[in-house]
């Protein structure tokens, strides 16, 4: 099964920068498109990044939503079997616990999710 470990949240002042980590396990890594999720205290969990497979001619393709489009940024390294999110221009509905998780070439994210990382934005 696949499992993922989310890193690198914390408080931070409006304005300011994080870089969340996530590494996952139990699937090949480099075949699956990673994305990065949030969920706000009594909203839904929503997508806010994707990043393709680098297999394929549109391999490490990026989509962001557009409420974080020009201030977030998705990357992976298959190496490390790590995926990140550097988040710059923080603003306080950025504030949710961020998760990560991997969808096959079929298109399905997998029904597996790791602890998140929370993600504080205040002054």
Sequence with gaps: QALFVESGGGW???????????????FTFSRYAMGWFRQAPGKER?????????????????????????????????????????????????TALYYCNAKSAMGHWTGYWGQGTQVTVSS
């Design 46 to 94: 929503e997508l806010v990044a994707t990043i393709t497979s680098d297999e394929g001619s549109a391999g490490g393709s990026t989509a962001y939503a557009d409420s974080v489009k020009g201030r977030f940024t998705i990357s992976r390294d298959n190496a490390k079997n790590t995926v990140y999110l550097q988040m710059n221009n923080l603003k306080p509905e950025d």
């Design 12 to 26: 931070v002042q409006p304005g300011g920068s994080l870089r969340l980590s996530c590494a996952g396990s139990g």
